[in-house]
Antibody
Framework: EVQLVESGGGLIQPGGSLRLSCAASGFTVSSNHMSWVRQAPGKGLEWVSVIYSGGATYYADSVKGRFTISRDNSKNTMYVQMNSLRADDTALYYC??????????????????WGQGTPVTVSS | DIVMTQSPDSLAVSLGETATINCKSSQSVLYSSNNKNSLAWYQQKPGQPPKVLIYWASTRESGVPDRFSGSGSGTDFTLTISSLQAEDVAVYYCQQYYSTPYTFGQGTKLEIK
């Protein structure tokens, strides 16, 4: 069974740093495309970053230069290092796994599996 | 970036009736290589992460009731929920996975009338 468990969230002052973790089970992180998606209180979903199975990484403009996504294959865990945090980074941060391949062999770059999220509050 | 715009922002539908949610992308999300639209629909209930309902614009995810259907191509897409049930109350999002940054619509809140 695929499981994703986020941790590392909390209350942090503006300008501070946090590292979120996403521990995976039931599959191999390095063989899948893994993303962070966030949801500000009462708001919609915002994709933050992806690390592809091949290692390439991409970021939303809103976090580029401040967030770094990575993974530890030995721990089957994905991370996001968040620096220079701002009030508008306050959100529930979800990790999500892509959909793998469909029956035709096409990659599904959507978010099929989700964790329960870890909350990040940036406030003084 | 591809901007996804949903309409309406909210709607109220009677039990047993049909709900229709629209999603428009600022550019086509049709892959020429496989002739598939890189568009997914999600359902999010309070306190839960989103759940995939539809992918490739019209393919139902395993285990999703057949009252949920998706249609459209290019830039205009529709999620239709027929025979609305109480458990369908949720916020629905469309999302394009054609290119990064992957983007979501703003969400449509579905309630029972």
């Amino acid at each position: 069974e695929v499981q994703l468990v986020e941790s590392g969230g909390g209350l942090i002052q503006p300008g501070g740093s946090l590292r979120l973790s996403c521990a995976a089970s039931g599959f191999t992180v390095s063989s899948n495309h893994m993303s962070w998606v966030r949801q500000a209180p009462g708001k919609g979903l915002e994709w933050v970053s992806v690390i592809y199975s091949g290692g390439a990484t991409y970021y939303a403009d809103s976090v580029k230069g401040r967030f770094t996504i990575s993974r530890d294959n030995s721990k089957n865990t994905m991370y996001v290092q968040m620096n220079s945090l701002r009030a508008d980074d306050t959100a529930l941060y979800y990790c999500a796994r892509d959909g793998g391949y469909d029956g035709s062999g096409d990659r599904l770059h959507l978010f099929r599996y989700w964790g329960q999220g870890t909350p990040v509050t940036v406030s003084s | 970036d591809i901007v996804m715009t949903q309409s309406p922002d909210s709607l109220a539908v009677s039990l047993g009736e049909t709900a229709t949610i629209n999603c428009k992308s600022s550019q086509s999300v049709l892959y020429s290589s496989n002739n598939k639209n890189s568009l997914a629909w999600y359902q999010q209930k309070p306190g839960q992460p989103p759940k995939v309902l539809i992918y490739w614009a019209s393919t139902r995810e395993s285990g999703v009731p057949d009252r949920f259907s998706g249609s459209g191509s290019g830039t205009d897409f529709t999620l239709t929920i027929s025979s609305l049930q109480a458990e369908d109350v949720a916020v629905y999002y469309c999302q394009q996975y054609y290119s990064t940054p992957y983007t979501f619509g703003q969400g449509t809140k579905l309630e029972i009338k």
